[in-house]
């Protein structure tokens, strides 16, 4: 199978550079399937379970949470506002982000942008819980 250049970054720097066969992802719109041979291309990306497939066909899951995608001439970028590869999540610390988010949830007295920041947080441990398991 053909293969394309595709680099991810964080704001902490590159994180992964190689040949790959195809990297999924979440984006605002909906899954996204990147492949050899796409057309130059932007869009931003939502959180969500994404994974890379390998020249050697090995697939890399990771949860991606946020950021953009771009394909220009061949090359594929993504710059991830946090990008956590399945092997580096730590269960617990989600779980418990989970539980926190839930019962900052369950309160009356929040304000909408507490409510927004306690849902992301949620979406956030769901996603992590659900590439780890
Ligand atoms: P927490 O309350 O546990 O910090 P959070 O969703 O608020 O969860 P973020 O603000 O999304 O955390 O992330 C802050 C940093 O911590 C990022 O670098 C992210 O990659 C890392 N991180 C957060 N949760 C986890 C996790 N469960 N496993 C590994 N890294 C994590």
Excluded at 106 to 132: G, I, N, P
Aim: with cysteine.
């Amino acid at each position: 199978m053909k293969t394309f250049p595709l680099r991810i970054g964080t704001p902490d720097g590159l994180l992964f550079q190689d040949e790959v066969e195809r990297v999924v992802v979440r984006s605002i719109t909906g899954d996204l399937a990147i492949l050899a041979g796409h057309c130059n291309f932007c869009t931003a990306l939502g959180m969500g379970e994404a994974h890379v497939v390998l020249e050697d066909g090995t697939v890399k899951e990771a949860a991606c949470i946020g950021g953009m995608l771009s394909v220009m001439n061949g090359t594929c970028r993504i710059m991830a506002t946090t990008w956590e590869w399945k092997e580096d999540i730590d269960e617990a610390r989600a779980e418990s982000a989970k539980q926190r988010a839930e019962a900052r949830l369950a309160t009356k007295d929040l304000t909408e942008q507490e409510y927004k920041m306690a849902q992301a947080k949620l979406q956030r441990a769901l996603v992590r819980l659900s590439v780890k398991k």
